[in-house]
Nanobody, 126 residues
Framework: QVHLVESGGGLVQPGGSLNLSCAAS????????IGWFRQAPGKERELVSC????????YYADSVKGRATIAKDHAKNAGYLQINSLEPEDTGVYFC???????????????????WGQGTQVTVSS
């Protein structure tokens, strides 16, 4: 059974940085594309960033483009998301998710992802 656990959330001041981790068990990173989603209060879950199975391609939402970096460490079987220059609009619950069926791409819609972590709260506020 695939199990994903996010960590690294918390309260961060505007302008600060966020470093999230996604530890995986039950499946290896080279078998999955990874997506990072966030859900703000009262809003739908949206993709922030994703990375393909082999890590050769990445995607960033316009809201974080230029501020975010997604990565995966196959040796540690973990995924990472860093966001700099945080804004209050970055507040939300952040989820990592695995897509075990897409061979070459990564997708922005949640329905493509098979496995989800429980989420970690990120609050950007002074």
């Amino acid at each position: 059974q695939v199990h994903l656990v996010e960590s690294g959330g918390g309260l961060v001041q505007p302008g600060g940085s966020l470093n999230l981790s996604c530890a995986a068990s039950g499946s290896t990173l080279d078998q999955n594309a990874i997506g990072w989603f966030r859900q703000a209060p009262g809003k739908e879950r949206e993709l922030v960033s994703c990375i393909t199975r082999r890590g050769g391609s990445t995607y960033y939402a316009d809201s974080v483009k230029g501020r975010a970096t997604i990565a995966k460490d196959h040796a540690k079987n973990a995924g990472y998301l860093q966001i700099n220059s945080l804004e209050p609009e970055d507040t939300g619950v952040y989820f990592c998710a695995f897509d075990s069926t897409s061979l070459h791409g990564c997708y922005s819609t949640a329905r493509h992802y098979d496995y989800w972590g429980q989420g970690t709260q990120v609050t950007v506020s002074s």
